[in-house]
């Protein structure tokens, strides 16, 4: 289930379950969006991007959708395994002349066995 | 894949000295690059963006004498927190682009911890 740490929310999930985490976004001017993966003590890995006039794309077991009527974005992690655990954020792109990122809160994954 | 690098990894410090950050693009030239600091369980919180030979741009609420930051060339910025303090205790993120290309590749992140 999820749930909201003091900073974090948390979603817990069991290994091969779909995992949705959801995001939502502040500018309604936005025309770029993506999620990246951070484990513990590393930086940011990207997972997949989605510009505005897309409203769905699909990599290797991930999905990002995208609705910009209420400013909304979510990624479908299929079969999520153990390695999948992590804290997932959103960010999103304002200022397209430097590629200038807002990020999300974030969400931690965590995946039991 | 494009690979930027930052040095330290982690770093402890006095109170009261400085502390100099490296960010490097090792396979890319890095046109602009940003630096990031995320707190404990937060998000990454943009504090400058710099690009190559000009000046850096601060976020509102970030000092530029306190972090001072240097592009000096295509593939190395730094960033140098000076009269650090237990408070700037974080993690340091930078993150580089080059040319027309869209997307960040961010470092490895840098520990600072401040006695």
């Known amino acids: 289930g999820e749930s909201v740490g003091l900073h974090l929310p948390t979603l817990s999930v069991q290994e091969g379950d779909n995992s949705i985490i959801n995001c939502a976004y502040s500018?309604?001017?936005?025309?770029?969006f993506i999620w990246y993966k951070q484990e513990s003590g590393k930086g940011p890995q990207f997972i997949i991007d989605?510009?505005?006039?897309?409203d769905k794309r699909q990599g290797q077991r991930v999905t990002v959708l995208l609705n910009k009527t209420v400013k909304h974005l979510s990624l479908q992690i299929a079969a999520t395994q153990p390695g999948d655990s992590a804290v997932y954020f959103c960010?999103?792109?304002?200022?397209?002349?430097?590629?200038?990122?807002?990020f999300g809160k974030g969400t931690m994954l965590l995946v039991s066995p | 894949g494009a690979v930027v690098s930052q040095h330290p990894s982690w770093v402890i410090c006095k109170s009261g000295t400085s502390v100099k950050i490296e960010c490097r693009s090792l396979?890319?030239?890095?046109?602009?690059m940003f630096w990031y600091r995320q707190f404990p369980k937060q998000s990454l919180m943009l504090m400058a963006t710099?690009?190559?030979?000009?000046?850096?741009?601060?976020e509102q609420g970030v000092e530029k004498d306190k972090f001072l930051i240097n592009h000096a060339s295509l593939t190395l910025s730094t960033l140098t927190v000076t009269s650090a303090h237990p408070e700037d205790s974080s993690f340091y993120i930078c993150?580089?682009?080059?040319?027309?290309?869209?997307?960040?590749?961010f470092g490895p992140g840098t520990r600072l911890t401040v006695l």
């Open positions: 396979d890319f030239q890095a046109t602009t």
């Open positions: 500018n309604s001017a936005s025309d770029y």
């Open positions: 993150s580089a682009k080059g040319g027309l290309v869209h997307e960040q590749f």
């Open positions: 960010a999103e792109n304002i200022d397209s002349g430097y590629s200038t990122l807002t």
């Open positions: 989605i510009r505005s006039n897309m």
């Open positions: 710099s690009n190559e030979g000009s000046k850096a741009t601060y």
